[in-house]
C-alpha cells in the first residue's frame, strides 16, 4: 500500500480510466474526482488509500463518483501495492465441480403481490404498516413482483450462470391462517418456480421460513408457544411432500436470531416486541420446530434430501487486551454465534445467555434439546461483516469501534472484513465441525446508480464479492468442506426496514417500471462461475 500512496501523492494528476468530461471524451484524473465531489485531491487521495479520516458520507461519495465513471486506479500501481482485490484465485483453485454458485432471494423481499394467489397475510404485512418502522413507510407489497416476473428471473439467473438459487417459500401463501386450508395457487407458484429452475439447470434451495409468520398465528401466540413449533413442522412436511421429488436441498430457517432478538427482543423488526424473556423463548420454539422439521422432510422428501439451518454469524475481535474486552468478545459471542451454534451442535445453551440478557432460562421439555440438535446435513452461513471492540482507557464498559480506522464500509455502515469469513469458517469447523457448509448469503449495499440504458457500475461490489471469495477459496484448501456460496441478492429488493433504499442486488431492479438490469457485479459473477467451473 505504501508504493501506492507514493505514486497517487506523487502524480496528483496521475491518469486513470476514461472518461466524459464536459461532453469531451478524455482520460479522468483525481483532480476531476475531487472537483466533482467538492473536497480536496488530498482527500481523494486518502480514500483511495483507505485512510481512516474521511467522514463516511464523503468517503461514500467520492466512490460513487469514482464508481459511476468508471475510474480505478493505476493497475501496475495497485499491483506494486499488493492490493488484495488483485489477488488471484490459486492454479488449479480449490472449488469442486459440484460446487452450488448461487445468488438468493427471499419471498416477502422479492415476490410482491401480497393480496394476489390467496396468499394470507404476515407479521411482515402488518408490522410494516406501523409508523416509523421502515425508511419512509415503504412495504413489501409490491417489492420486485417476482411473483410475476419468475420467469424472467428464472432466465437471467441463467444468464448468470448460476448453477443454484436459494428462495424462500412464504408459509402464508401455502396456508394462509398458518394450518388448516392449503392454498393450492400458492403451492402451484413454486411448482413452476422449482419446474422453471431445473428446466434451466439451476438447483433449486428451499427457505422454509424467512421471517413471514402468518398473522393468524402471531395471533395465536406465535414463536411464544409452542403449537407454532408443531405448525411449522406440519408445514415443512407439506412442503416436502408437494417439492420433495425436485427439491434436494432445504433450509429450515434463515437467521433464527433475528427472528427472535430483533423480533422479539428489541423490537426493530417484526412483530415489534421488546422484551429478553420473549426473544429467548421464541429462539426456544423456533430451534424447536428446526429439529421437528428436518425429521418431517427427511421422511416424506421423496429424493435424498440435504437439510440444514442458516444463522447469520459475525467474528467478534478485541481492539486491545483488557479484561474488560476479552470478557466483552466473549458476551457478544455468546449473544450473536453461539445462542444457535450451542443447541444445534451441542444440545445445550451456551451458559452465560440467560445471565447475559437478565433473564430466566425459557421452559424447555426434556426431549426439547435432542430434537433441536438433530443432526444436519449442512450449515448454512451467512455472512456480511464483523464487530470490533475496545475499552476505552479509565472505563470498564467496551465499545464498538466505529468507524474501525484503515476500514471500507458498505452502504449499510458494514465495516468490509473479508478476513472475518474465513476466521468465522475456521472456528466454527473447529468448534462445530459441520457434515458440509453453504455461504447462503454474502453481499454489500451501495448506491447504485443506473445510466437509463444498460449498464449500471458496481465495482465495489465486484470487489466485495471477489475478495471475499479468495477467502473462502483459502479455507477450502484447508479442509473445510463449503458445497456452495450464494450471493444476497440475485435482484435488488425490499431490505426490510430500510425499505429500498438499500440495494444488494446483481441486478438492479428499476422500481417504477420493474425493468431489470444487470449490473457489472452480475455480469462479473457470471465471468467468475464460467472461468472455475470451465477449469474444473
Ligand atoms: C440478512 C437477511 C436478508 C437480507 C440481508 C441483507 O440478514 O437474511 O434477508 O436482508 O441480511
Not at 68 to 95: E, I, M, N, T
Not at 346 to 367: D, H, S, W
Not at 447 to 463: A, C, I, T
Amino acid at each position: 500500500m505504501q508504493t501506492l500512496i507514493l505514486v497517487v501523492s506523487l502524480l496528483g494528476s496521475i491518469a486513470f480510466c476514461k472518461g466524459t468530461i464536459n461532453g469531451m471524451t478524455r482520460k479522468f484524473t483525481i483532480r476531476d474526482i475531487a472537483q466533482l465531489a467538492g473536497v480536496s485531491i488530498a482527500t481523494v487521495s486518502r480514500v483511495l488509500n483507505h485512510k481512516p479520516d474521511v467522514d463516511p458520507q464523503t468517503r461514500e461519495r467520492i466512490l460513487h463518483i469514482m464508481d459511476v465513471h468508471s475510474f480505478a486506479p493505476d493497475l501496475s500501481a495497485v499491483q506494486l501495492a499488493g492490493s488484495p482485490s488483485r489477488r488471484k484465485l490459486s492454479s488449479p483453485h480449490a472449488f469442486p465441480p459440484d460446487f452450488l454458485w448461487g445468488a438468493a432471494t427471499s419471498a416477502y423481499q422479492t415476490e410482491g403481490a401480497v393480496r394476489e394467489g390467496g396468499r394470507g397475510p404476515s407479521i411482515w404485512d402488518t408490522f410494516v404498516r406501523e409508523p416509523g418502522t421502515t425508511w419512509h413507510g415503504e412495504t413489501g407489497d409490491v417489492a420486485a413482483d417476482h411473483y410475476h416476473w419468475m420467469l424472467d428471473d428464472v432466465a437471467l439467473m441463467k444468464e448468470l450462470q448460476l448453477k443454484a438459487y436459494r428462495f424462500s417459500v412464504s408459509w402464508p401463501r401455502i396456508l394462509p391462517q398458518g394450518n388448516g386450508p392449503i392454498n393450492a395457487c400458492g403451492l402451484d407458484f413454486y411448482d413452476r418456480l422449482v419446474d422453471a429452475l431445473l428446466a434451466h439447470d439451476i438447483c433449486p434451495v428451499a427457505t422454509l421460513y424467512h421471517w413471514d409468520l402468518p398473522l393468524a398465528l402471531h395471533e395465536q401466540g406465535g414463536w411464544l408457544t409452542r403449537e407454532t413449533a408443531y405448525a411449522f413442522a406440519d408445514y415443512a412436511e407439506l412442503m416436502a411432500r408437494k417439492l420433495g421429488d425436485r427439491v434436494s436441498w432445504w433450509v429450515t430457517h434463515n437467521e433464527p436470531w433475528c427472528s427472535a432478538y430483533l423480533g422479539y427482543g428489541i423490537g426493530t423488526h417484526a412483530p415489534g416486541i421488546r422484551d429478553f424473556s420473549s426473544a429467548v423463548l421464541a429462539s426456544h420454539h423456533i430451534l424447536l420446530s428446526h429439529g421437528l422439521a428436518t425429521e418431517r422432510i427427511r421422511a416424506h422428501a421423496q429424493t435424498e434430501a440435504h437439510i440444514g439451518i442458516t444463522l447469520n454469524l459475525t467474528p467478534i475481535y478485541a481492539a486491545d487486551e483488557s479484561e474488560a474486552t476479552q470478557q466483552g468478545v466473549e458476551q457478544l459471542d455468546v449473544l450473536h454465534n453461539r445462542w444457535f451454534l450451542d443447541p444445534l451442535f451441542r444440545g445445550t445453551y451456551p451458559e452465560q445467555l440467560f445471565n447475559n440478557l437478565g433473564v430466566a432460562p425459557p421452559a424447555i421439555k426434556n426431549i426439547d434439546m435432542q430434537i433441536i440438535a438433530t443432526p444436519l446435513d449442512f450449515l448454512g452461513v451467512n455472512y456480511y461483516s464483523r464487530s470490533l471492540i475496545r475499552t476505552p482507557l479509565r472505563t470498564q464498559h467496551y465499545e464498538p469501534v466505529v468507524p474501525v480506522p484503515e476500514a471500507s464500509y458498505t452502504q449499510m455502515a458494514w465495516e468490509i472484513y473479508p478476513q472475518g469469513l474465513s476466521d468465522m469458517l475456521l472456528r466454527v469447523q473447529r468448534d462445530y465441525a459441520p457434515s458440509a457448509i453453504l455461504i447462503t448469503e454474502n453481499g454489500a449495499a451501495f448506491e447504485d446508480s443506473w445510466d437509463g440504458r444498460g449498464h449500471v457500475p458496481d465495482k465495489r461490489r465486484v470487489r466485495y464479492l471477489h475478495e471475499h471469495l479468495l477467502e473462502l477459496e483459502t479455507v477450502l484448501k484447508q479442509g473445510v468442506p463449503i458445497s456452495g456460496y450464494f450471493v444476497w441478492s440475485l435482484l435488488d429488493n425490499f431490505e426490510w426496514t430500510d425499505g429500498y433504499s438499500k440495494r444488494f442486488g446483481l441486478i438492479y431492479v428499476d422500481y417504477i417500471t420493474q425493468r431489470r438490469i444487470i449490473k457489472e457485479s452480475g455480469r462479473w459473477y457470471a465471468a467468475f462461475i464460467k472461468e472455475v467451473t470451465a477449469t474444473n
